[in-house]
C-alpha cells in the first residue's frame, strides 16, 4: 500500500469510529451494526467466557444495556497502523458518560450516573462495503459511579 492509500485507509477508519460514536448515542443501533464486521469480537470481562461474539449478539446486548439511557462518547488520539491491504489495527483514548432518567439496576453498578475513560484497542478489516471494526476491547482506567470514584474497577 502507498502512502497515499495508507492515509486514506486512516481517514476511512476515523470516519467509521465516528459513526460508532454517534451511532450509538442516538441509540441508531442497526445504523451501529454497520461498523462491525458481521463476525465482529467483543472483548469484555462483562461477557461469559471474556467475549462476545458475531454483530447481532453485540446489539442485543448493548441494547439491553443501554435501555433508557443517554450516553455520550467522546474519542481522540487514534493511533492507527495499516498492517496490510485489509487490516488495521488502533488505539483511541475515550470517554464515556451514561445516564439513567430513574435509578434502576445496571451492569455499571451505577444508580443514575456512570463514567469511564480509557482505551479502545480494536482490530479493523477491510470488507467490501469498506473499513470494519472486526474486534474490540474497552478498557477503562478511571471509572466513576453516581460521581463516586472507583478504586479496582
Given amino acids: ?39 465482529a469480537v467483543a472483548l469484555t470481562s462483562h461477557a461469559e467466557g471474556g467475549q462476545i461474539v458475531g454483530v447481532d ?10 435501555e433508557g439511557a443517554v450516553t455520550v462518547h467522546h474519542i481522540h488520539a487514534p493511533e492507527i497502523d495499516i498492517l496490510s491491504d485489509d487490516g488495521a489495527v488502533g488505539i483511541w483514548a475515550m470517554e464515556d458518560r451514561i445516564y439513567w432518567p430513574v435509578e434502576r439496576p445496571n451492569f455499571f453498578g451505577a444508580k443514575r450516573q456512570f463514567r469511564g475513560a480509557g482505551f479502545y484497542r480494536e482490530k479493523y478489516r477491510r470488507t467490501a462495503a469498506g473499513w470494519r471494526i472486526s474486534q474490540i476491547q474497552l478498557v477503562r482506567q478511571v471509572l466513576e459511579r453516581d460521581g463516586e470514584p472507583v478504586i479496582g474497577g
Fill in 1 to 39: 500500500m502507498n502512502d497515499v492509500d495508507r492515509l486514506i485507509a486512516i481517514e476511512d477508519i476515523k470516519r467509521v469510529k465516528a459513526h460508532y460514536c454517534r451511532a450509538i448515542d442516538e441509540k441508531k443501533l442497526e445504523e451501529w451494526r454497520d461498523v462491525f464486521c458481521a463476525d
Fill in 57 to 66: 449478539a453485540l446489539i442485543e446486548m448493548t441494547a439491553r444495556v443501554l
